[in-house]
């Protein structure tokens, strides 16, 4: 096994979350990330859903998802699922020489449920855009390392700006319709946290800051070119009432969409 050091070089944590089933908010679709995901349950029963088959799990299994696997986490209605999740870039797991789609461990050891709070408590009092450098952290996946004596492979990210791409792509032409972060994973079947994580990489914004910029240019060429009310520009354009959208609007050009179409039409009189 490699040392220490050079573990944790090759690593590149982008995320830790704490996920606890909730039936009004929980949706179990299939979806792929192009980083490992590593996933601890510290309570519940259910399913995890990948390669045409449900393996189940339970509190103390811990599972570990390479890159670009569809996969999905299924809950017991009367035993709900709680569990812990770290992202992991630039990697995939190997065992023994032979590398899996996913690995999963059952009643791991407890040093890892002992962990689990105070690297959520870690994260959230340091720097969560530098999760390498959290102690704990580093402690967890080093344990994990030990666990299964797995090593890592480099993984080729060729395909991060396509992903991008594809994501804008639904934004520009779906933006009419009331979509959220929620619906764009269930329709394109990729996590949400990729989905934030791939799009801020490629284009320094968030879907949904993007999706708001989107509504208010088409919006724009709107008040411009057409005599549609503002209310019927607003619904058009997929803002979720006029009232949301006057406010976006002025805060994005520092003028109500309504004045903004009288100046325009100034201008255009006097050119």
Not at 60 to 79: A, C, R
Not at 93 to 103: G, I, L, P, R, V
Not at 127 to 133: A, P, R, T
Not at 203 to 211: A, G, I, Q, V, W
Request: aromatic content about 12%.
């Amino acid at each position: 096994m490699k040392k220490i050091e050079d573990i944790l070089k090759q690593m590149e944590p982008i995320y830790i979350h704490h996920s606890i089933y909730e039936k009004t908010d929980w949706h179990s679709t299939l979806h792929t990330h192009y980083f490992s995901e590593i996933l601890y349950v510290l309570n519940g029963q259910g399913g995890f859903l990948a390669d045409g088959q449900i393996t189940p799990i339970e509190k103390g299994s811990l599972i570990v998802v390479n890159p670009y696997v569809s996969h999905t986490e299924v809950s017991s209605e009367n035993t709900p699922l709680e569990y812990f999740v770290i992202g992991i870039n630039k990697v995939q797991f190997t065992n023994e020489d032979q590398q899996k789609n996913f690995y999963a461990i059952k009643h791991t050891q407890e040093v890892f449920k002992n962990l689990i709070p105070l690297i959520l408590e870690e994260a959230k009092n340091g720097n969560s855009h530098d999760l390498c450098k959290l102690p704990l952290c580093q402690l967890f996946l080093i344990d994990l390392m030990k666990l299964e004596d797995f090593s890592l492979e480099n993984v080729d990210n060729k395909r991060l700006n396509k992903d991008g791409a594809f994501i804008k792509d639904y934004i520009d032409h779906h933006f009419k319709e009331q979509i959220s972060l929620e619906s764009i994973s269930n329709s394109l079947h990729l996590d949400k946290y990729y989905i934030i994580h791939i799009f801020k990489q490629t284009y320094s914004d968030t879907p949904m800051n993007y999706l708001l910029k989107v509504r208010l240019m088409k919006a724009k060429e709107l008040l411009i070119n057409t005599d549609y009310s503002v209310a019927e520009i607003a619904e058009i354009v997929g803002f979720s009432s006029q009232s949301y959208f006057n406010q976006a609007f002025k805060k994005a050009y520092s003028l109500a969409p309504g004045k903004y179409r009288k100046q325009e039409k100034i201008i255009a009189n006097f050119i």
